[in-house]
Antibody, heavy 119, light 108 residues
Framework: QVQLVQSGAEVKKPGASVKVSCKAS????????MHWVRQAPGQGLEWMGIINPSGGSTSYAQKFQGRVTMTRDTSTSTVYMELSSLRSEDTAVYYCARMEDRYSGMDVWGQGTTVTVSS | SYVLTQPPSVSVAPGKTARITCGGNNIGSKSVHWYQQKPGQAPVLVIY???DRPSGIPERFSGSNSGNTATLTISRVEAGDEADYYC???????????FGGGTKLTVL
């Protein structure tokens, strides 16, 4: 079955970086875009960016420009999201979600990865 | 940047109809998607392309989109529908995804 499995919870200190992985299975990896969405405690969903696993092209939300990098490894059907210069406000659950194209809905989501930033 | 506006909360009695709105400038020209999120769980797509339902989503869930407002309608509301609901579009002018702020549906 189609699924996205994310890496485990992380605890980081302010100023550090975190890299979250999202492994896809059950479908053709390069046929679907992958989004990253985060949710701070008690808050709503926040779109972070998108990667096209086929060519690797990306688009990032203005808020994260310069701090986020999304990459993919087609040999393992895995996408990665790295966020640098972490601060306490980056404490959140980070989700990957696939989308057939930019205009379609996110039909499959990962289970989420909790990232805690604390000194 | 494009902004989507949702009411923070909607309350409805069991068996009644809940309507959750999503406002945006000329949103009727965009494709709107709706997600349901229960506590501690990942979001689930319940409506895509304004009014289509993924397999497994009850027919009680429907959507519409026109002018400056998109609406998610849940008929014959059940206790299990209590959740947060988010609308989402793709803003082609910025090449960015956009979520509404979310609406907490309470079943009385």
């Amino acid at each position: 079955q189609v699924q996205l499995v994310q890496s485990g919870a992380e605890v980081k200190k302010p100023g550090a970086s975190v890299k979250v992985s999202c492994k896809a299975s059950g479908y053709t990896f390069t046929s679907y875009y992958m989004h990253w969405v985060r949710q701070a405690p008690g808050q709503g969903l926040e779109w972070m960016g998108i990667i096209n696993p086929s060519g690797g092209s990306t688009s990032y939300a203005q808020k994260f420009q310069g701090r986020v990098t999304m990459t993919r490894d087609t040999s393992t059907s895995t996408v990665y999201m790295e966020l640098s210069s972490l601060r306490s406000e980056d404490t959140a659950v980070y989700y990957c979600a696939r989308m057939e194209d930019r205009y379609s809905g996110m039909d499959v989501w990962g289970q989420g990865t909790t990232v805690t930033v604390s000194s | 940047s494009y902004v989507l506006t949702q009411p923070p909360s909607v309350s409805v009695a069991p068996g009644k109809t809940a309507r959750i709105t999503c406002g945006g400038n000329n949103i009727g020209s965009k494709s709107v998607h709706w997600y349901q999120q229960k506590p501690g769980q990942a979001p689930v797509l319940v409506i895509y392309y304004d009014s289509d339902r993924p397999s497994g989503i009850p027919e009680r869930f429907s959507g519409s989109n026109s002018g400056n407002t998109a609406t998610l309608t849940i008929s014959r509301v059940e206790a299990g529908d209590e959740a947060d609901y988010y609308c989402q579009v793709w803003d082609s002018s910025s090449d960015h995804g956009v979520f509404g702020g979310g609406t907490k549906l309470t079943v009385l």
